[in-house]
């Protein structure tokens, strides 16, 4: 089925914005029902949902993240990505992007570390 990869670099810097993008293949993410999210996880917080783009384009964010966070896609890629501005230490953790129906699908994370 749905296959992701997560890539974007793994050393940030605080006040930088982070880029990452996801990789899909194995369907395409325009096929209805389904929702591309990024979820991040660390050791303090555990599993945190930060937003989704569904297939037809609409978006989601997380209301404690919205503020710094934007999602994007590209359907002649078959990929989307995840914006995240301003980064602190805090935002340290493995970054997840998801596919599929009901998160059916997980790339196997990138960690990114935020250090000066």
């Known amino acids: 089925q749905v296959q992701l990869q997560e890539s974007g670099p793994g050393l940030m810097k605080p006040s930088q914005m982070l880029s990452l993008t996801c990789t899909v293949s194995?369907?395409?993410?325009?096929?209805?029902?389904?929702?591309s999210s990024w979820i991040r996880q660390s050791p303090g917080k555990g599993l945190e949902w930060m937003g989704a783009?569904?297939?037809?384009?609409?978006?989601y964010y997380s209301l404690s993240l919205k503020s710094r966070t934007s999602i994007s896609r590209d359907t002649s890629k078959n990929q989307f990505s995840l914006q995240l501005s301003s980064v602190t230490p805090d935002d340290t953790a493995v970054y997840y992007c998801?596919?599929?129906?009901?998160?059916?699908?997980w790339g196997q994370g990138t960690q990114v570390t935020v250090s000066s």
């Open positions: 194995g369907d395409s993410i325009t096929t209805s029902g389904y929702a």
């Open positions: 998801t596919g599929g129906f009901r998160f059916a699908s």
């Open positions: 783009v569904t297939a037809e384009g609409r978006t």
